[in-house]
């Protein structure tokens, strides 16, 4: 399989419900070599993905740089006083086969069965609680907590590839799944205004529209309210390319053209005002002076059909000490949203 298709594979065993997803292609990843050792480093710690498998490749007889090819998380969003991911479902894809039946080996497992299908059931240690795991092919793992409701969870057992999660996620889902790492997040119909991480732009309840500060990507130019967004990072030998990308509804191809055209004629692309919406994007994930500027002289904005895309690209050398921490976003704690 292509790597979307790995992705599009690995997400078809996501929840139904779930809103969020991320993935990273750990293989790819591998081949760059000075952004990969402080990811790695990031993923040691107490509730990195490397500690959640540890029982697994404990089990398997190997390291988790040996047998994790690609890692697709998703669940759905709860927004409170911190915005997490309720019940957590992680898809692993392996770089090679291996024997489902040593699941059995992983510490204090206890085998189940439900619909034909065996299960694996055991205590992932304090940050992860009870996990339930299975493999749905000798390439694939599932882990879903045991808290999660008998249907929900044999429901992950055959992929749903029509009135599932990929469905739900559109044209959205397909274009970020093209990245080496990359996170989405869909509305669930009663949200109005922007979705996922475009939703930190839109402005407080009484606030001023014209308000600069919160501006948001989609606020600008008359195409408003998205159906969902995401982004993605692309990994070459010579610069990173990234992309953040704005899912409308149906019939709006012609808005999000214009839109195209309103950005080529903003101040953004003129590099003449650093909008409000630029600030609160870069604080969060860049951070650092000259790599903004880098990222806001190459930003290309292009339209593909019901997704508004805007493109950038940064040299390798200028993103490497920064990206680390921004790629460890996409690999969220439990019960966190990334």
Sequence with gaps: LGRQGAAVEMMAHLPADADTAWGTNYTQFQKYKEFYKDFDKLQDGPAGLKKRLEPITKALKTEFNDFVDYAVGGGKTVVGDETRVDQRVDVVRSKKEFDPAQLKDIAGAKSQSADGTTYYEANFGP?????????????????????????????LFKPAKEGGFIEKSGTLGKRCARGNQWCFTVADGKRKGNVGFLAAFDPPTGADPKDTRYQGLTRDYKVQGTRGSGYRFNMGAREVKFEVVCWYAAGTEDQISEHVKAWNKSDMIDKEEIPGWWKTFTNAYIGEAKLDRQLRSNLDPTAAGDLFVMRTAANVEQVKEKMSATFSKFNPAPGTAP
Excluded at 128 to 155: C, D, E, Q, W
Aim: glycine share 6%.
């Design 127 to 155: 940050a992860f609680g009870v996990v339930r795991v299975f493999a749905p092919t000798n390439r694939l793992i599932v882990l879903a907590p045991a808290s999660m409701p008998a249907g929900k969870f044999t429901a």
